[in-house]
């Protein structure tokens, strides 16, 4: 397999999953309620707030030059009316060696977690409450948006709603859908108002390099039997889950349900489609699950790399843009069987004539896998928790290998490949 000219492989991370420490944000209140399936507590993770040199030199070594993280609003802006410079100034220095060690960022400004003064104004259930998200979007790129041109405004805008307000598993633990609609509504008004920002700051800076997105969760839909209501049911579900946060986010096109709260008018706000794809969901009687019979992961997502195609074709006819995928990987716990995955998920994007111009993996290191706790492992780097010991897996040898060889070569692919296979 040779990756088309130019195709770029990165890693992908958040703030809250690897950083550790005590700050007050919705996910430290979340897991204080012990509401994590592990227990595990989101204030140890990776301790990489700590100790964020050792694992960029690592991911250095490793020839990895391409790196989607995230910041913690939490820490940057601990009260309503107060910004503390010392944490602005880490994620500035944090930048500054990545860029020292030829790693090239893409920012993400909000990847499910946030203050609980923000909380306790209501968050995303007001659009009123759009205009904290911008100061603090304004007042970091005030301090390092000289060192960054690619932005992610909001992460999975979708599974942050329906996690949260819906299904009441992730915080802030309610069940309402007219709450979920609205909070969908409010985040997609908050991407399109902070994209405006995030190009007008730049560009008064006489930067002409700026390039702004959001991480799209997006799954392939289908319907488990042949029957026509299930059908019909994997459409609604695509369209509810998905389509409509496309519509409204990619081109100001806001449709029932969702609400058009800030007036926009339809024009185009990203400049690159983000894509985070992870599995096929399949419908019946208006429920979800998987196909029977399919080869699955170790949370019992099914694996099928041809969905990463479907979805990206959908979203190219919305928008003809540049694609990124902004994450994709998988919960392998004893990396028994993630070459395979990743090579499955190249091989379809290699393939694809689709524009798709960089890879970044889901995720660099074992890390606190939300409600999962650290009982998921996704990394290519192994994380002994307690320890805090990092050891490259033999994937991240691996994907070291085909960063290097910008393709994988049949010695590759006998070595890491040949040999592995899914379960069921």
């Not at 690592?58 to 993280?69: E, H, P, S, T, V």
């Not at 759009?130 to 603090?136: A, K, N, T, V």
């Not at 702004?212 to 509810?240: E, M, N």
Request: with cysteine; proline share 3%; aromatic share 14%.
């Amino acid at each position: 397999m040779e990756f088309k000219k130019n195709f770029r492989l990165g890693v992908a991370s958040a703030s809250t999953q690897i950083e550790g420490g005590r700050v007050n944000s919705n996910w430290n209140w979340f897991s204080d309620q012990n509401k994590i399936k592990d227990h595990s507590d989101v204030a140890r993770a990776n301790n990489h707030y700590e100790l964020y040199d050792q694992d960029l030199r690592l991911m250095a070594q490793m020839g990895i030059k391409d790196y989607r993280f995230s910041i913690e609003w939490a820490r940057i802006q601990p009260c309503e009316n107060n910004f503390d410079s010392d944490a602005l100034i880490h994620y500035r220095d944090m930048i500054l060696e990545m860029k020292e060690l030829n790693i090239h960022p893409i920012l993400t400004f909000y990847h499910f977690s946030h203050p609980m003064w923000f909380e306790e104004k209501g968050a995303w259930t007001k659009k009123e409450n759009i205009i904290y998200f911008l100061r603090f979007v304004s007042q970091c790129l005030d301090v390092f948006g000289d060192l960054v041109d690619e932005y992610i405004t909001i992460n999975e805008p979708n599974v942050y709603a329906v996690n949260g307000h819906l299904f009441g598993v992730w915080p802030p633990a309610k069940n309402s859908l007219t709450e979920t609609i609205q909070v969908m509504s409010v985040l997609a008004l908050a991407h399109i108002k902070a994209y405006e920002l995030i190009h007008t700051i730049r560009k008064k800076r006489g930067y002409t390099n700026t390039t702004v997105s959001f991480a799209h969760h997006v799954r392939d839909f289908t319907a488990k039997t042949g029957c026509p209501l299930d059908k019909a049911s994997a459409k609604i579900f695509q369209s509810l889950f998905q389509d409509k946060l496309t519509k409204a986010m990619f081109i100001g096109k806001f449709e029932f349900p969702l609400i058009n709260y800030g007036k926009v008018k339809q024009g185009q706000y990203i400049d690159f489609i983000a894509i985070n794809y992870y599995t096929r969901t399949a419908v019946k009687n208006f429920s979800e699950g998987f196909m029977d019979d399919c080869f699955k992961n170790d949370l019992g997502w099914e694996i099928f790399p041809q969905g990463l195609i479907a979805v990206a074709t959908d979203l190219y006819t919305v928008l003809n843009l540049p694609i990124y995928i902004t994450e994709n990987g998988t919960c392998d716990n004893n990396d028994s069987f993630r070459n395979r995955y990743l090579y499955d998920h190249l091989k379809v994007i290699t393939e694809s004539n689709l524009p798709i111009e960089r890879y970044y993996h889901w995720c660099f290191i074992d890390n606190f896998e939300w409600v999962e706790g650290e009982s998921a492992r996704f990394g290519l780097v192994h994380n002994d928790y307690k320890t805090q010991k990092r050891s490259i897996k033999q994937s991240g040898h691996f994907y070291s290998k085909i960063i290097k060889e910008k393709g994988i070569s049949e010695e590759t692919y006998d070595s890491f490949v040949k040999h592995q296979h899914y379960h069921k």
